[in-house]
């Protein structure tokens, strides 16, 4: 089992900037596909942001294009989230997650089922 811990997390004002990094433990990080995920209070969990094994493709959620971007280095068995323009309503716990049995891109937008390996999550807190 891969372990995903999150971190990078922390309370910055509207409009500003964080970088979440994912570190995964295991030697065969360059074969997952990974995502993030968020969790506001009170709300399911929702998709971010995926990106395939050597990082060709990604997706989004049309309510963070253009302001996030995902990237990984296999070198280091990470994955990033660079959050900008961040927003109140960016507000939300984010998690880490791997898709270990993916072996080809998505067709569609992954969904919370297409991951079994999950972090324990970074608290993000945009303030107005």
């Known amino acids: 089992q891969v372990q995903l811990v999150e971190s990078g997390g922390g309370l910055v004002q509207a409009g500003g900037s964080l970088r979440l990094s994912c570190a995964a433990s295991?030697?065969?990080?360059?074969?997952?596909?990974m995502g993030w995920f968020r969790q506001a209070p009170g709300k399911e969990r929702e998709f971010v942001a995926a990106?395939?094994?050597?990082?060709?493709?990604?997706y989004y959620a049309d309510s963070v294009k253009g302001r996030f971007t995902i990237s990984r280095d296999n070198a280091k068995n990470t994955v990033y989230l660079q959050m900008s323009s961040l927003k109140p309503e960016d507000t939300a716990v984010y998690y880490c997650?791997?898709?270990?049995?993916?072996?080809?891109?998505?067709?569609?937008?992954?969904?919370?089922?297409?991951?079994?390996?999950w972090g324990q999550g970074t608290q993000v807190t945009v303030s107005s």
């Open positions: 990106i395939t094994w050597t990082g060709t493709r990604t």
């Open positions: 295991g030697r065969t990080f360059s074969s997952y596909a």
């Open positions: 997650a791997a898709d270990r049995t993916r072996t080809v891109p998505w067709s569609a937008i992954p969904k919370h089922s297409d991951f079994g390996s």
